[in-house]
């Protein structure tokens, strides 16, 4: 059974500051693994995707990594903006023909502070 | 582009009362997942579609709960007779195909069974 586990389940920094969001997970046989942002009573905005071939990504000030073999991936966010405030979700998705489900850590919420 | 749409945004309703959850997906997205998302429990995965038919059920807790899609489009979530422990946010998402696309949610569903 996959477990996805983040850590620190909080993090709290001053405006500017650059960041790492770390994720891990037990099975190394994944499909891909997807970095996600919740804003309080919101649904989820995707900010990256990974595929298992693949071993980052990049959209602006943030920048996702993929180590298979550890099973751990880091969601990087340069230059921390108050706006950046809200909870990082990883998940993961195993590789199987019909399986749809991703498996999802319980988040990190990060507070920039201005 | 329009996201996804889910509806009733808010769901109160009576214990053994059965709730129907509604979820239009981005269009032309082919691929559409059902998840749960609850205090002590994160996000659970539920059920996922391609197309109208349903590969992956294995999410779904109880006979109580089912799902359906017509026209590749809408989907249907169902929870009959309702318990207290069915309170939570219901996610949906969708992606263009089940292969390597990221999933784009909706801002869920907040049920509550008193």
């Known amino acids: 059974k996959q477990e996805v586990t983040q850590i620190p389940a909080a993090l709290s920094v001053p405006e500017g500051e650059n960041l790492v969001l770390n994720c891990s997970f037990t099975?190394?046989?994944?499909?891909?693994l997807q970095w996600f942002r919740q804003d309080p009573g919101k649904g989820l905005t995707s900010l990256l995707l990974i595929q298992s071939s693949q071993r980052e990504q990049t959209s602006g000030r943030l920048n996702a990594s993929l180590d298979k073999s550890s099973g751990r991936s880091t969601l990087y966010i340069a230059a921390s903006q108050p706006g950046d405030s809200a909870t990082y979700l990883c998940a993961v998705r195993l590789r199987n023909t019909n399986a749809g489900k991703s498996t999802f850590g319980d988040g990190t919420t990060l507070t920039v502070k201005p | 582009g329009a996201g996804v749409s889910q509806s009733p945004s808010n769901k109160v309703t009576e214990k053994g009362k059965d709730v129907e959850l509604r979820c239009d997906p981005i269009s032309g997205h082919t691929a559409l997942y059902w998840y749960r998302q609850s205090l002590g429990q994160g996000l659970e995965f539920l059920i996922y579609f391609q197309g109208n038919s349903a590969p992956d059920k294995s999410g779904l807790p109880s006979d109580r709960f089912s799902a359906e899609r017509t026209g590749g489009s809408v989907s249907t979530l169902t929870i009959q007779r309702t318990q207290q422990e069915d309170s939570a946010v219901y996610l949906c998402a969708s992606s263009l195909s089940y292969s390597n696309q990221p999933q784009h949610f909706g801002d869920g569903t907040r049920l509550s069974i008193l």
């Open positions: 099975d190394s046989a994944i499909y891909n």
